[in-house]
């Protein structure tokens, strides 16, 4: 069993920067890929960026290349996404969620946090 608690989210201007934490309870965090997905109003659940377990697997979906940084801290049970060149489409509320493997499909995570609000104004 996985517990996930995001934080980090707020009120930013467009190209500005925000750091989201995603911290994790039980003893199997460490074997877990960690992902992050966003939600927009009136849109679907989307993947923005994976880990996988050792942090040698990982992807961005090709809207945040170059933008955002995913990482974890596995003595903190922590994984972090670094959002920098925040635009306003990157308003939503973002999830962290895990899985065994880093997939892009919602559906492969068996865990999800509350998630966190992120609102970039321009």
């Known amino acids: 069993q996985v517990q996930l608690v995001e934080s980090g989210g707020g009120l930013v201007q467009a190209g500005g920067s925000l750091r989201l934490s995603c911290a994790a309870s039980?003893?199997?965090?460490?074997?877990?890929?960690i992902a992050w997905f966003r939600q927009a109003p009136g849109k679907e659940r989307e993947f923005v960026a994976g880990?996988?377990?050792?942090?040698?697997?990982?992807s961005y979906t090709d809207s945040v290349k170059g933008r955002f940084t995913i990482s974890r801290d596995s003595a903190k049970n922590t994984v972090y996404l670094e959002m920098n060149s925040l635009k306003v489409d990157d308003t939503a509320v973002y999830y962290c969620?895990?899985?065994?493997?880093?997939?892009?499909?919602?559906?492969?995570?068996?865990?999800w946090g509350q998630g966190t609000q992120v609102t970039v104004s321009s």
């Open positions: 969620a895990a899985g065994l493997i880093v997939v892009v499909q919602a559906r492969g995570y068996n865990y």
């Open positions: 039980g003893r199997t965090f460490s074997r877990y890929a």
């Open positions: 880990i996988n377990w050792s942090g040698t697997d990982i």
